[in-house]
């Protein structure tokens, strides 16, 4: 009989860091029906005057996602931001490369920017420096940001938008490192064209941060000294270096599958380890954290996404990434969640790739109603939980044997205290697909606390998937967590998500 215990202490005053609330961001990109046929649908019964579904933006508050990437991906290298301004009528119709498909303008920066509102999110702007470069930058956060008094802003005046979009947080690019990326470039090239991107745009807004491109996945053959060449370039001018990283069962090897996060663990470890080689070097007093802003399971449709590619007509809004998750997924997803809370003082923005229709939590029927994937309630959990102070998780679990990472720990666990709503969150995924595991908590400092709930997600069918018709994957409650002298006991069981949520005594 396999008995053994996973034991998580926690101390009420042993914090690791502050959470920033940008680590629950989104990311919607001109690809496939994300914009199209996603948050933008004038024909359908639930679309609001400017044509967007209440149904979608409703799902999207309810995931309360502070800050959202926008246009791209690999869309942006090839976009001309102008196009996408001014009176729709006249906006032009181009070939968008990145996805093979006629990009119609519909809708631009200042609609999005509208929809942000409705979202309750900021924008996350990513600039094109695979066609374009410093000044097409520079004209778009003048744009974007300037108050008035120049062609551009006083344009934005004129195209209805009289205050600034006052954008925070720009991207310098995407995914440069890549020979798919339209401009693609070499370390150095990209080091010296978005340092000298971002000296101008600081000059025009000293108030806003900026993200330097890191590798496009840990698996890039340049990876990791193309962070650390672009970051020598780049170092005084930025905050910030991306990481994106998508992961895949693609061999059916599901225990295997589920450690992938501890892939996730080492990257982001190696790239604090990169940023912190580059400002010993520069004797440099600033830390440069990290943005990873694209994340998720990405896989299930790739033959098909590549028929459509390659081998259709360019169309509008194809039906392109629309990937059906899994409940596997979902515990992979709250893995990686537990993993950004873990480096919660190095991450400070993460951006779950993506929001609607393209790999996404939201799925937004043509005809029908919008609905939830299975990844998108360990994303709810976290965003709506995950707030306040992660606190240092000292973990021992089981271990598991996986074909292709050896043994990992059976659990994997993170912790949030938020000091003035007197709560404590545990989100904890036993990944072994065999056995249930006894999860003992040792609280110190929580005596006045009590579990408010326990949430778990969990399903016989690993495979298990929701659809507009049926939520198959949803979550549901336990309440046969067992006091002991020291803390709690609760027995997880296999293969579950679970979100163990402590209230103070009133
Ligand atoms: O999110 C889908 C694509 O994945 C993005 O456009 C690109 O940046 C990444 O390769």
């Not at 942006?76 to 996805?99: M, N």
Request: charged content about 25%.
């Amino acid at each position: 009989m396999h008995q053994k215990t996973a034991v998580m202490t926690l101390d009420r005053d042993v914090s690791l860091a502050p959470v920033d609330p940008r680590l629950f961001g989104s990311f919607l990109e001109h690809l496939g029906r994300a914009i199209y046929g996603g948050i933008y649908c004038p024909g359908h019964p639930c679309a609001d005057e400017q044509g967007f579904r209440k149904d979608v933006l409703s799902l999207v508050r309810e995931l309360r996602v502070p800050l959202v990437r926008y246009p791209g991906g690999n869309f942006v290298s090839t976009f001309r931001w102008e196009d996408s301004i001014g009176p729709v009528k006249q906006r032009p119709k181009r070939l968008e490369l990145a996805w093979r498909s006629i990009e119609e303008n519909r809708i631009g920066l200042d609609e999005f920017s509208d929809w942000a509102k409705k979202a309750g999110s900021e924008i996350l702007m990513t600039v094109n420096l695979g066609s374009r470069g410093l000044e097409a930058a520079c004209d778009l956060l003048e744009y974007c940001n300037f108050p008035g008094g120049t062609y551009l802003s006083d344009l934005r005046a004129q195209n209805g938008h009289k205050a600034p979009h006052n954008i925070k947080v720009w991207c310098l690019g995407n995914e440069m490192d890549g020979e798919w990326q339209f401009g693609h470039k070499t370390m150095d090239e990209y080091g010296r064209l978005a340092a000298e991107t971002a000296k101008a745009m600081k000059q025009i807004d000293p108030t806003i941060e900026l993200i330097s491109c890191g590798s496009s996945n840990d698996r890039m053959p340049t990876f990791p000294q193309w962070e650390a060449t672009t970051l020598e370039h780049t170092y005084d001018f930025v905050d910030y270096v991306s990481l994106h990283q998508y992961y895949g069962n693609e061999r059916g090897d599901t225990q295997d599958f589920l450690a992938r996060s501890d892939d996730m663990d080492q990257f982001i470890r190696t790239v604090i380890a990169t940023c912190d080689f580059v400002q010993a070097k520069k004797r440099g007093t600033k830390q440069i954290n990290l943005s990873f802003d694209e994340w998720n399971v990405w896989f299930h449709n790739t033959a098909s996404d590549n028929d459509t590619m390659q081998n259709r007509p360019w169309q509008t809004a194809p039906a392109l990434l629309e990937d059906h998750y899994t409940f596997e997924d979902a515990l992979l997803v709250g893995e990686m969640l537990i993993t950004l809370l873990c480096h919660a003082d190095r991450v400070k923005i993460a951006c779950l790739a993506q929001l609607v229709n393209v790999i996404a939590p939201i799925m937004a029927d043509e005809n029908g109603p919008a609905w939830r994937q299975t990844i998108f309630y360990p994303f709810l959990h976290a965003s709506l939980y995950g707030r306040g102070t992660a606190l240092l998780p000292l973990l021992s679990a089981p271990k598991v044997e996986t074909s292709g990472h050896g043994a990992v720990d059976a659990v994997v666990a993170a912790a949030v205290k938020d000091e003035a709503a007197g709560t404590l969150t545990i989100f904890a995924v036993n990944r072994d697909l065999q056995h249930d595991i006894p999860l003992t908590l040792r609280l110190r400092g929580f005596a006045e606390s009590e579990i408010a709930e326990w949430i778990v997600l969990e399903n016989g069918d690993l495979k298990a998937e929701n659809s507009a018709a049926k939520e198959a994957v949803r979550p549901a409650h336990r309440s046969d967590a067992v006091r002991s002298e020291d803390g709690w006991l609760l027995p997880l069981h296999k293969a579950s998500w679970n979100v163990i949520r402590f209230q103070k005594k009133r």
